[in-house]
C-alpha cells in the first residue's frame, strides 16, 4: 500500500508538471502574439503625402486620382462580377451562357472572378473557366459553416484552409499557383488581422471580403492596408494592423426595393418581383449610383444558387451585362484587373492589352475516394490522376 508521504509527493510532482506545462503553453502564445505584433504593428491615420501609388493608397481617397476630379466620365467604370462557392456541372453552362460574345471596349473578352470553394467542386471545370481567362480565386477548403469558427479562426488554420486550396487548386485543375491572388471569406466573416497575415502569408494580394454600407455614394474605391482604415466595420472583427501593399476590394452594397442593403445580390432581403423588366430595372439602378457618381468598381457579386431561386434572374442578369456592354467606357473584368489597374489609374482605356489566356491540359478523371474524417465514400472530378484519399483540411493532396 502507497504511503501518506509517498501519495502527496506524486500529487505536488503533478501539480508542479501541470504548473510548468501550463507556462510553457502561455509564454509560447506570447510568443506568437510578440512575434505577429512585431512584424504588423497599428496602423495609423492615413498620411497621403506618404501613401502613393502603386502600393499605398489612402482608404478615403473618392477618386483613382486627386488630378481626375472633375474628370469623372473619362474614368474607366468596372463591373466585377463574381461567384462563390463550387463550381460543377450545373452552374458551368451558366456562367457560360452569362459572358458568352461579351467583348470590352479594349476588345478584350468580359471575364470574371471566381471564388472557389473545395468541396463538390468539379476541377475540370474551374480548369475550363481558367483556361478561357476568367480569374480563379479562393473560398477556403471546407467552408465550414457558422460564423464563429471564421470570426476565430487563427492565422494557422486560415493558412491551412488558403493555402491548401491553393495546393488543390494547382493540383487538381492545373491552375498555376501565381496566377491566384486573392481571396473571399466564407459568410464575409473577418477574423481581424489574421485573415489578412494568413492572405499574406500565403501569396495573395487582394481580399474582398469586407462589405461597406457608409460609402456607397460616392463608392469607395479599393485601397491597400497600410493605413488605418475608414472603412465601417459591418461584420467584425475588422483588422487594425499595418499591411503594408495588401489591398482592400471593398465589397459596395446593394439597396433593395426598400432601401436595406444587401452585401451579394442574392442577400436582399427584398428584391423586386420575379420578373425581368424589374430585376434588370434594379440592377440598373444599382450600377447609375457607381457610374453617374465617382465611377468606383460596381460589383455583382452572388452564389449561383440565385439563378435557380428566381425563374427571371438568369435572362435580367444576361441582360443588363449585355445592355451595359454597349457602354464605350464600361469595362466587365476581374477583380485581380482591378487591383492591377490600381497601382497606375489613367482616364480613358484602362489596360494595355488583354490577358493571355493560359495553355494548360487537362484530361477530367472521376474520382471516388475515403474521405478520413468520416469514412465516407466521396466523389470529385480532377485534371489528370486522383489522389489516394479525398483530400482536406491538413492534407490537401489527399495522401496516405
Known amino acids: 500500500m502507497m504511503s501518506r508521504t ?153 493558412e491551412q484552409e488558403f493555402g491548401g486550396l491553393i495546393d488543390m487548386l494547382e493540383a487538381y485543375a492545373k491552375v498555376n499557383r501565381k496566377h491566384i491572388r486573392g481571396m473571399r471569406l466564407p459568410f464575409l466573416q473577418l477574423s481581424g488581422n489574421n485573415s489578412f497575415i494568413a492572405a499574406k502569408r500565403v501569396g495573395l494580394i487582394y481580399d474582398s471580403s469586407w462589405p461597406t454600407q457608409r460609402f456607397r455614394n460616392p463608392a469607395m474605391w479599393p485601397y491597400t492596408l497600410d493605413y488605418h482604415s475608414l472603412q465601417d466595420c459591418v461584420i467584425s472583427p475588422c483588422p487594425d494592423a499595418s499591411l503594408p501593399g495588401f489591398w482592400i476590394n471593398p465589397m459596395v452594397t446593394w439597396v433593395d426595393t426598400k432601401g436595406y442593403s444587401c452585401s451579394m445580390i442574392d442577400g436582399c432581403i427584398y428584391p ?24 468606383a468598381p460596381f460589383g455583382m457579386y452572388l452564389h449561383a444558387a440565385w439563378f435557380s431561386r428566381l425563374q427571371h434572374a438568369l435572362p435580367a442578369f444576361r441582360r443588363f451585362l449585355l445592355h451595359v456592354n454597349t457602354l464605350q467606357d464600361v469595362y466587365i473584368t476581374t477583380v485581380a484587373r482591378v487591383v492591377q489597374y490600381m497601382h497606375q489609374p489613367v482616364l480613358g482605356t484602362p489596360f494595355k492589352g488583354c490577358v493571355k489566356k493560359p495553355k494548360t491540359e487537362c484530361t477530367p478523371r472521376s474520382c471516388g475516394l475515403t474521405k478520413t474524417s468520416t469514412g465516407e465514400i466521396r466523389y470529385m472530378t480532377v485534371c489528370g490522376s486522383c489522389p489516394q484519399v479525398y483530400p482536406w483540411l491538413g492534407n490537401p493532396l489527399g495522401k496516405h
Not at 59 to 69: D, G, H, Y
Open 6 to 158: 509517498n501519495r502527496w509527493s506524486k500529487v505536488i510532482l503533478l501539480t508542479l508538471a501541470i504548473f510548468f506545462t501550463a507556462t510553457i503553453t502561455i509564454n509560447a502564445a506570447e510568443e506568437s502574439e510578440d512575434r505577429i505584433s512585431d512584424e504588423y504593428s497599428k496602423a495609423e491615420y492615413c498620411d497621403i503625402a506618404k501613401c502613393q501609388l502603386p502600393n499605398c493608397r489612402c482608404s478615403a481617397q473618392t477618386l483613382p486620382k486627386p488630378e481626375f476630379q472633375g474628370h469623372e466620365k473619362e474614368i474607366p467604370q468596372f463591373i466585377t462580377v463574381t461567384f462563390d462557392d463550387a463550381v460543377n456541372i450545373i452552374n458551368f453552362p451558366q456562367y457560360q451562357q452569362i459572358f458568352d460574345g461579351l467583348v470590352n471596349p479594349d476588345h478584350c473578352p468580359a471575364r470574371g472572378t471566381f471564388f472557389v470553394s473545395h468541396e463538390y467542386t468539379d476541377y475540370s471545370k474551374v480548369n475550363a473557366l481558367y483556361t478561357e481567362g476568367h480569374e480563379i480565386a479562393l473560398h477556403s477548403v471546407t467552408h465550414s459553416s457558422g460564423t464563429d469558427y471564421w470570426r476565430d479562426a487563427d492565422v494557422d488554420l486560415l
Open 272 to 295: 423586386p418581383e420575379d420578373n425581368e423588366d424589374a430585376l434588370f430595372e434594379w440592377m440598373l439602378e444599382n450600377f447609375k449610383r457607381h457610374y453617374e457618381g465617382n465611377r
